[in-house]
Each structure stands twice: as structure tokens, then as C-alpha cells.
């Protein structure tokens, strides 16, 4: 590692998000498209970067959460296709037609304002309609007494003028969870996203060339799910294969001992007094803290990697720094490196400590902790 403060840093390895691309492509069929999620800066891992990996190795779709996301893609030399999933407002169609990126359609009156606007600017916008089948979050309403509304709604969407509907998508909220009333509830969105998708063909003639919804658990739990895209978003970075795939965590957050002092038993440590020596105790402070994106949840309910061997995490996390046990550990010195979460690390020990999900760690690294590619 030669970045020159040698503070806090966030090794991104590409070789690693490679082989995890290959790897989920290979379970998939041949005519399968996929779509790379790269919003949130690509979960923490530089957008820009992963993006044209993946465009390099071949991925058919980006996908990202907003308007922003997409055109600093664009203006940094991404030229395959971009689906936006979430809201971007209708005065800036021209900016999405300008850098042909696919915009997502949640409900009948937004795709009229699009119809409208793009009429105005004499172009054609094209569409992705995006159904709530269960996430009860954005898209059409579908589910039980609603059904024949929502094919009433996406019937009249299809059918105005200046808008292109290349594709039909919905979102799994517990295809990640495996006990039998998750996989029930999985099973009856794909039921329903379906049946619409089958009702739009055989009553109104209206088909979709691209229709996905398989996300990151889907791909591992419901491969029936996978239609004719696929989004996986933190399988593309390591996480959650449960082993079945042969994943490689591509983000090692890493930090530095700065300094090493020795505390007689009854001393407290850092804010609020939470953690008290019960020995003659060897203090490390590492370079880290919640600024960084350490969980403050986490105190005192974790531990990091020095070399072989695990040291706890004392007191409260600070804004900056944090405290380790390292009376255990003589061989850890000032400078040694501290591995917080990586393939010697588990994340999901970290996340479970801060009751949280890997994604939100991933996604809370801040902008300044350098990324270093590897």
C-alpha cells in the first residue's frame, strides 16, 4: 500500500468485481441480459470505476438511482445503456433524452407528464414501467382489487405518444430471506408481476422486449425468477452468495495503529465512559472513526484484524478514531495495518454488531477515505 498518508483507505479490488461478474453471468442462460447496479457510487466502490469494467466486460445495463448518478456516468465515458429507477422530474426530459438514458415510469400521471414533455421537444423517450407487486414503494399498484386498474393504467401509459417502453420491472422486498413465509411472499410478487406481464400480452397485445425483476437474492434463491434481465447489485461486490457462487469481497477497508499506550485496571476510555480496563490493558488508537464510516452502533460489540489475530474494539466510537485491545497482540505496533472488514474480516460481523446490512456499510465508507484500486 503506497497511498502516502497511510491513514484510512478503502482497497477496491477490479479483479475481484470481475470474477464476481463472471461468476453470476455463468448461472445465468445465454440469452439473459445483465444489469449492474451501480448506484450509491457503485455501493461505496467508485462508480465510475466499476462502470467501465463492467462495460469493458460486456454487462447489457447500469442502473442507478437518479438523475445525477447517470450523468456522471455519461460525462466520464459511459456509453452502454442506463436505467434510472428512481424519480427524476419531468423538466428535465431533455437532459434525458440528450444523453439517451432510460428513465423509469412509476405511475400513469408521471409517464403523461414525460409523453408531453417529450412531445414538446418533438423526441421519443424511452421507458421502463416499474410495478409494486408487494415492495409498497414506488409503481403502478397492482396487487389484489387493484389489478384491473393497474392494466387500465399501464394500458393508457403504453399508448401515449413520444414514449418508447422497452422494458417492465418490479422489485422483491424479502428474496433475501429464507424461512417459508419470505419465500411465500417472493413467490406470490413473481406470481403477480407475471400474470400482469401475460394479461398485457394476451388482452391488449402490449409486450416488452426486456421484463425484470430477479435482484441480488433472487439470483441465488429463484433462478425461475430470471426472465430476461437479471439486477444483481451487492452480489456484483462480494456479498451474499451464501457460498454458492464463489464470490470475492471486492472493498478491504483499512486503517493504522497511530498510537500504543498502557492503562492500569479501573481506567475508562473514550466518550461516556461505556468501557473500563479490568487489567493492565495495551491501547491501541486506530485512525477510524464514524466520519470514516464506522457504525457508532457497533462500540464495543466488535473486533478488527491485525495480521492473524482478531483485537476487540473498546469504548465509543469516535468521530475520527477508535480504541483497540491489543494487550493480546505484542507483535501489533504503531503503524500496523488494521484490516475493519475484508476477505480476513467478515463484514457481516460488523454489520451484525451495528444491526445493520452489509449494504449500508459498504455504501457509508465516505468520500474521504481514498479508494485505491488493486
Known amino acids: 500500500m503506497d497511498y502516502p498518508t497511510k491513514r484510512t483507505w478503502a482497497e477496491i479490488s477490479l479483479s475481484a468485481i470481475s470474477h464476481n461478474y463472471h461468476a453470476i453471468r455463468s448461472v445465468l442462460p445465454s440469452e439473459c441480459r445483465f444489469l449492474g447496479v451501480v448506484k450509491a457510487d457503485a455501493y461505496g466502490h467508485g462508480s465510475l470505476r466499476v462502470a467501465a469494467l463492467l462495460q469493458k ?13 447517470a450523468l456522471e456516468l455519461r460525462r466520464n465515458d459511459i456509453t452502454m445503456p442506463i436505467l434510472i429507477l428512481g424519480h427524476t422530474p419531468v423538466e428535465y426530459t431533455a437532459l434525458l433524452l440528450e444523453n439517451n438514458l432510460t428513465q423509469t415510469a412509476t405511475c400513469l400521471a408521471k409517464a403523461e407528464e414525460y409523453s408531453r414533455e417529450a412531445g414538446r421537444l418533438g423526441q421519443t423517450l424511452r421507458l421502463h414501467i416499474k410495478l409494486d407487486t408487494g415492495m409498497s414503494r414506488l409503481g403502478y399498484l397492482c396487487a389484489g382489487d ?39 411472499y417472493t413467490d406470490a410478487q413473481f406470481a403477480l408481476f407475471t400474470r400482469m406481464i401475460s394479461t398485457l400480452k394476451e388482452r391488449e397485445g402490449i409486450s416488452f422486449p426486456i421484463c425484470h425483476c430477479a435482484n441480488s437474492g433472487a439470483v441465488i434463491r429463484k433462478p425461475e425468477t430470471f426472465l430476461n ?18 464470490l470475492r469481497p471486492a472493498m478491504r477497508l483499512v486503517t493504522t495503529v497511530s498510537t500504543i499506550k498502557y492503562y492500569e485496571p479501573g481506567t475508562f476510555v473514550s466518550y461516556g465512559r461505556r468501557f473500563e480496563t479490568k487489567r493492565l490493558t495495551r491501547m491501541g488508537v486506530i485512525a477510524a472513526g464514524y466520519a470514516d464510516g464506522l457504525p457508532r452502533l457497533s462500540s464495543g460489540r466488535c473486533s478488527y484484524r491485525i495480521g492473524a489475530k482478531s483485537v476487540p474494539q473498546c469504548g465509543t466510537i469516535c468521530m475520527d478514531m477508535c480504541m483497540v485491545d491489543l ?19 467478515d463484514i457481516m460481523m460488523l454489520s451484525d454488531a451495528a444491526q445493520t446490512i452489509p449494504y449500508e456499510l459498504l455504501c457509508s465508507v465516505t468520500k474521504r477515505v481514498p479508494r485505491v484500486y488493486v
Open 57 to 69: 466486460e460486456g454487462a447489457d445495463y447500469l442502473a442507478v438511482s437518479c438523475l445525477d448518478e
Open 327 to 345: 494487550t493480546d497482540h505484542p507483535q501489533a505496533e504503531v503503524g500496523s495495518e488494521v484490516e475493519l472488514f475484508g476477505p480476513e474480516n
Open 146 to 184: 387493484y389489478f384491473e386498474e393497474g392494466v387500465r393504467n399501464i394500458v393508457r401509459s403504453y399508448r401515449l405518444p413520444n414514449l418508447e417502453y422497452e422494458g417492465i420491472y418490479t422489485h422483491f422486498s424479502v428474496s433475501d430471506e429464507d424461512d417459508a413465509e419470505s419465500r411465500a
Open 229 to 246: 434481465m437479471v439486477r444483481p447489485g451487492l452480489l456484483l461486490y462480494g456479498y451474499g452468495d451464501e457460498g454458492k457462487l464463489g
